[in-house]
């Protein structure tokens, strides 16, 4: 199947600086998500993204499919950006929009 | 719109105890989608539906049972449960084969 890697593993980062995360994956694809899971374990769909360029507030994601990879931008980092940034792909050839998610960068946002 | 609803959000069961996990959505969507999050791990897809009365495995569907009898329902049973199914579970669903995927909030299981 798919494989979707995601780096770094870990980041720090020191309130308001920016960062880039990276979502690489094996195969074309037709949903590429990014997720941001909270200290609570709860969900939250930031982009839903298979192609393009989208922003919203401090967060921008770009996917280049023809090239197999997303980043996530996040600018001004703030302590409420911490947690578990995923990256999740559904393979054109799967069918059913079966989303396989990559292991997740962690944020650690420092006041 | 509620969106994705799960119940219950925590639950404890003992070994070899059975138990129904509910998802309801209201979005009128087509596809639902059971994920099991482990700790420390990325979610993985258990059985999905792409309609009323149609399922199918995922990834990791042995220990478990799906059905579709609704468009709005599609619970997730565990039968003899195992420490190995101490997980989250995340119910989604969404409105094509292609399109965004919505969640809902989860339910922590424990089994002891």
């Known amino acids: 199947g798919i494989q979707v890697e995601q780096s770094p593993p870990d980041l720090i980062l020191q309130e308001g600086a920016n960062s880039t995360l990276r979502c690489n994956f094996s195969?074309?694809?037709?949903?590429l998500q990014w997720f941001h899971q909270n200290p609570w374990g709860q969900l939250i769909n930031l982009f839903y993204?298979?192609?393009g360029t989208k922003q919203n507030g401090r967060l921008s994601a770009t996917t280049v499919a023809t090239e197999r990879y997303s980043l996530l931008y996040i600018s001004s980092s703030q302590t409420t950006d911490s947690g578990v940034y995923f990256c999740?792909?559904?393979?054109?050839?799967?069918?059913?929009?079966?989303?396989?998610f990559g292991g997740g960068t962690r944020v650690l946002v420092k006041p | 719109n509620a969106g994705v609803t799960q119940t219950p959000k925590f639950r404890i069961l003992k070994i070899g105890q059975s138990m129904t996990l509910q998802c309801t959505q209201d979005?009128?969507?087509?596809?639902m989608y059971w994920y099991r999050q482990d700790p420390g791990m990325g979610l993985k897809l258990i059985y999905y539906?792409?309609?009323?009365?149609?399922?199918d495995k995922g990834e990791v569907p042995n220990g478990y049972n799906v059905s579709r009898s609704t468009t709005e329902d599609f619970p997730l049973r565990l039968e003899l449960a195992a420490p190995s199914q101490t997980s989250v579970y995340f119910c989604?669903?969404?409105?094509?084969?292609?399109?965004?995927?919505?969640f809902g909030p989860g339910t922590r299981l424990t089994v002891l």
């Open positions: 993204i298979p192609s």
């Open positions: 979005m009128n969507h087509n596809y």
């Open positions: 999740a792909v559904a393979a054109i050839k799967a069918a059913g929009n079966k989303l396989t």
């Open positions: 989604a669903s969404s409105s094509t084969g292609w399109g965004e995927q919505f």
């Open positions: 195969d074309s694809v037709n949903n």
């Open positions: 539906s792409v309609g009323a009365g149609i399922t």
